[in-house]
């Protein structure tokens, strides 16, 4: 109801202050266009046309032409003469008798037309014909009535000095009306098919008298200075022509108008038909049985000589229809923003919307081994398999809705807070879910875990993630459940304020930088360090690199540690050098940086500021870093290669080089990832790829670091195979600089291996 009574109030505002006249108006061109006809052929057009007042070389045209033109086409039998010309002055006394004699030579027939005109301040002028002229003539008026700089309606008649002038369309069309009343003019009358003489044809002699026997003839100017009007879907043209095309409306029936309210009400009738049936089918077919009518209503009505208005009405359909759509979207949205596309159960958008506000205990399960599962079937079957999955669920909650989640996670609350009870539901769900399930004949085994949040001081939702956090770690120690402990919060805050941090860590001296030895395998001695990125937290203690870097590169911070970690890096190893030994220091490079030569200025900055040799100073980047924005990150490598910096290719085999990619990056070493070096011992795969990989290396003139080393009997493989380069906990662990050669380094293990 409230739709319908929304389209009604549209459409009536739309009807009343004609809001669509626009719009109203391009439908009736194109209805016009459709219905085009030619005109009836008994008016016929002599005119006053350019080439005439050239040939004749008159202009304006002299009253003596219009006399004898009157002349000419009362000998030729026309019925009615109708003279479109200013005859409300004297021209000369001999001219304005002439005029007078053919007048009432013609007479009954002849007309003659009175212009009204109205000056800026509103005041009308009449311009009649004189008095010797009209008592020999009838008088009709020539107006064109205008709206909004278009002719749409011709004039019945006007009031003139007490008297009513018929309009030359109404004395030509046969039809009447009162005073200053108007009818539309059908454009569907091709102006291009009125018959038109030439007035300079007949003052020669040269036309086909018999053309205008029986006809009506209306004498006007046409010339380009003839008063123009625009004509909808024509432009503009002289203004005798729309009281012509207003006679022929005439003659096709008496026109008429039913407005725009009768149409706005039968298609709020057809509105209401497709908001209240029931039978969709049905209801669609009303509402486009009516539009199509409303769209094509001009067309019809045109054909029995009726007009009316139909913006309206569609306006008042295209809000049912809009308003409609809208809530069948709003609808469908809310529902597949609250419902799974797969399994029909409600997902966690409804569990926020519509589990108790604040119940004793919110209970999650995942299944996970779910993704791999779901991979294997099909739609239909995975729905098989969620249902089976949902009904076992509700044999520990039977009163309780099951709430899914992606990727094989449930939720469902509980007003039992009892600890005791529901870790005895739930030790039965884990019993019950050791049964595999069969799906197309098929027996799967779910791996199922399952947590409980019991702190009502938070919204439901962020329990249900608690539950889930506490499930997850129950499958992470292999237990069947675990209640959530709100201690593990505090870790998530600190997670979550870890890029906060980060930049005060930094200015506090918090983060540090240790140095991992490499060993050269051929001379059996230290030469280098990896200097790598360490965080001490006053309270929490050391903070794992896995935590902190990746953070700094998404949190767009990677750019600041770099820079500490190189300067403290490049600052030691300028020290060492000078008072201890040679030593080669190398420095992780973040994808991020590859993307922009700032970097370049940076390193050269720094080893300018500290006396470093180049050479000395390893930038490692990862393969995969190299490959993102290929272009501009082989640029700036090349740049840092032109420093005299050397360059590692980091964790080689996780990634995805070729040949042609080894060839263009300016390295001067690769560096076999520790998941390839570690089993090195054991696994004759690894021995494969490590020991392939160190003769391309060689073959490219390529030096090969080894990490990861963690025992004698790798070592010992790899300098079998000839790596020139080894790091790894056997070898050294990461130590502050001033521990760097301190005496364990001096007596190491892999110098007894």
Same mark, same amino acid.
């Given at each position: ?77 026309? #019925? ?11 021209? #000369? ?22 212009? #009204? ?637």
């Amino acid at each position: 109801m409230r739709t319908l009574a929304l389209a009604g109030v549209i459409g009536l505002i739309v009807g009343s202050l004609t809001l669509l006249s626009p719009l109203e108006n391009v439908l009736k061109v194109v209805g016009n266009r459709l219905r085009m006809h030619p005109a009836s052929g008994q008016i016929i057009l002599v005119a006053v046309d350019d080439r005439s007042l050239a040939e004749l070389k008159a202009q304006p045209w002299p009253r003596a032409y219009y006399a004898d033109i009157i002349r000419r086409l009362h000998a030729a039998g026309a #019925s009615r003469i109708i003279v479109d010309a200013d005859t409300s002055r004297s021209e #000369s006394p001999r001219r304005d008798r002439a005029f007078q004699t053919a007048l009432r030579l013609g007479r009954p027939n002849v007309w003659l037309t009175a212009h #009204s005109s109205i000056d800026e301040i509103g005041k009308r002028y009449d311009s009649l014909p004189l008095a010797a002229f009209s008592r020999y003539s009838k008088t009709a008026n020539a107006n064109t009535w205008v709206e909004r700089g278009t002719v749409w309606t011709q004039l019945y008649a006007v009031s003139s000095r007490g008297y009513l002038l018929p309009s030359v369309a109404s004395v030509l069309g046969g039809r009447s009306g009162p005073a200053d009343s108007t009818f539309p003019i059908d454009y569907s009358i091709d102006f291009r098919t009125i018959p038109v003489i030439s007035a300079v044809d007949i003052v020669r002699g040269e036309w086909q008298p018999h053309a205008v026997a029986g006809r009506d003839v209306v004498i006007g100017d046409t010339s380009s200075s003839a008063r123009r009007f625009a004509a909808p879907g024509y432009g503009l043209l002289p203004a005798i022509l729309f009281q012509i095309v207003g006679a022929e409306s005439l003659r096709e029936g008496v026109p008429g108008d039913i407005g725009w309210l009768a149409p706005l009400l039968a298609a709020l009738a057809a509105a209401a038909a497709f908001l209240f049936i029931r039978n969709r089918t049905i209801a669609r077919a009303t509402l486009v049985l009516a539009t199509s009518c409303l769209s094509a209503g001009q067309l019809l009505l045109d054909g029995v000589h009726m007009s009316g208005t139909y913006t309206p009405s569609l306006a008042a359909i295209l809000v049912v229809v809009v308003a409609h759509a809208l809530r069948k979207t709003k609808l469908a949205l809310r529902t597949r923003a609250t419902v799974n596309p797969i399994s029909g159960m409600k997902n966690f958008n409804a569990l926020r919307q519509e589990a108790p506000a604040n119940p004793r205990s919110v209970l999650a399960a995942r299944v996970s081994n779910y993704l791999a599962i779901s991979a294997a079937l099909t739609p239909l079957a995975e729905r098989e398999l969620l249902d089976q999955i949902r009904k076992r669920l509700l044999f520990a909650a039977p009163s309780s809705e099951i709430f899914q989640g992606d990727e094989g996670i449930f939720a469902w609350t509980t007003e039992s807070d009892d600890q005791e009870m529901l870790g005895e539901q739930l030790e039965a769900l884990h019993a019950l879910f050791r049964n595999p399930v069969v799906v197309a004949t098929r027996l799967i085994d779910l791996t199922v875990s399952f947590g409980i949040d019991v702190d009502t001081s938070r919204p439901v939702l962020q329990r249900a993630s608690s539950a889930l956090t506490a499930a997850d770690e129950a499958a992470r120690l292999g237990r069947r459940w675990l209640t959530y402990d709100s201690s593990v919060l505090e870790d998530a805050d600190w997670r979550l304020s870890v890029l906060a941090r980060l930049d005060q860590a930094i200015d506090s001296g918090e983060i540090w930088v240790a140095y991992q030895p490499k060993l050269d395998l051929f001379e059996d001695r230290i030469v280098g360090a990896e200097a790598l990125a360490r965080w001490t937290h006053p309270e929490r203690g050391e903070i794992s690199p896995g935590q902190f870097i990746p953070a700094a590169e998404k949190g767009d911070r990677i750019e600041k540690l770099t820079r500490y970690v190189l300067e403290d890096a490049i600052r030691a190893t300028a020290v060492i050098n000078r008072d201890v030994c040679p030593f080669e220091i190398s420095v992780n490079l973040s994808a991020r940086l590859l993307a922009d030569e700032k970097i370049v200025d940076v390193v050269s900055g720094l080893l300018s500021k500290y006396g470093l040799a180049p050479g000395l100073l390893v930038l490692e980047v990862t393969e995969t870093a190299a490959m993102d924005d290929e272009d501009r990150s082989l640029h700036t490598l090349q740049s840092l290669s032109a420093l005299g910096v050397g360059l590692s290719i980091d964790d080689y085999g996780t990634g995805f080089s070729t040949l042609e990619y080894l060839r263009k990056i300016p390295a001067k070493e690769l560096k076999i990832d520790r998941s390839f070096v570690g089993m090195l011992d054991k696994s004759q795969s690894d021995r494969i790829m490590v020991n392939s990989t160190i003769q391309l290396a060689h073959s490219l003139g390529r030096k090969v670091v080894a990490e990861g080393v963690e025992s004698a009997e790798v070592l010992k493989e790899l300098r079998r195979m000839g790596c020139d380069l080894a790091q790894g906990y056997h070898i050294g662990r990461p130590v502050p600089v001033n521990a760097l050669f301190a005496p364990p380094l001096l007596e190491p293990a892999w110098r007894a291996a």
